[in-house]
């Protein structure tokens, strides 16, 4: 069974610029999360999608972010107009019900 | 203060046990987790515990639980080189949403 994928795995762009990050849950699993982690710090929970709706999203920083799961398949995660804070590593993670969650290797987004 | 913590540093030689600790405020966690983190690669689940038992053993991983105390530990018997990485306690939250602690590095010497 494949894993929880993310693409790409580094991104490096400029502050200002836009980049989206994909994520593809384990197949079946209804429960999609979003978590970072920035600068060396606890990883924190960004928000989770139960099939293609928005369950929390209690954890986006602003609304520079943007989350979507059409289909309620893959996930993407926008970030734009990107800045220098926003440079950490963006996991993602998926489950069903009664499940753990599995998480992915994470995309290392660097703004320079 | 932070809902999990975790000391930022530790550094054992091999063949010595590790132990990792992690304090949390937040009592109404249903499962309390260990990830691993290795240079480059993603979150491994390495163990978990159900909040309604104290300990759990699984080959040279022992966790404690102390829940009066909101105190979770994971020892590594006899660590190995490849025992390096950082180590990320966790909890989850009843929304299905797991919180974190800020990783304890594990630095094994040979």
């Known amino acids: 069974e494949a894993g929880v994928t993310q693409f790409p795995s580094h991104s490096v762009i400029e502050k200002g610029q836009t980049v989206t990050l994909r994520c593809d849950p384990i197949s079946g699993h209804d429960n999609l999360y979003w978590y970072r982690r920035v600068m060396g710090k606890e990883i924190k929970f960004l928000l989770h999608f139960v099939k293609e709706s928005k369950q929390d999203e209690s954890g986006m920083p602003n609304n520079r972010f943007l989350a979507e799961r059409t289909g309620g398949t893959y996930s993407t995660l926008k970030v734009q107009p990107a800045e220098l804070e926003d440079s950490g590593v963006y996991f993602c993670?998926?489950?069903?019900?009664?499940?753990?969650?599995?998480f992915g290797p994470g995309t290392r987004l660097t703004v320079t | 203060g932070e809902d999990v913590e975790q000391s930022l540093f530790l550094s054992v030689r091999e063949g010595d046990s590790s132990v990792i600790n992690c304090t949390y405020t937040?009592?109404?966690?249903?499962?309390l987790y260990w990830y691993k983190q290795e240079p480059g690669a993603g979150l491994q689940l390495l163990t978990y515990?159900?909040?309604?038992?104290d300990m759990k053993q699984d080959q040279r991983l022992t966790v404690l639980l102390n829940k009066k105390d909101k105190h979770l530990s994971l020892r590594i018997a006899d660590t190995q080189t490849g025992d390096s990485a950082i180590y990320f306690c966790?909890?989850?939250?009843?929304?299905?949403?797991?919180?974190f602690g800020s990783g304890t590095r594990l630095q094994v010497q040979p």
């Open positions: 937040d009592s109404s966690s249903t499962y």
């Open positions: 966790a909890h989850d939250t009843g929304r299905r949403a797991l919180t």
């Open positions: 993670a998926s489950s069903s019900p009664g499940s753990q969650i599995i």
């Open positions: 515990i159900f909040s309604n038992m």
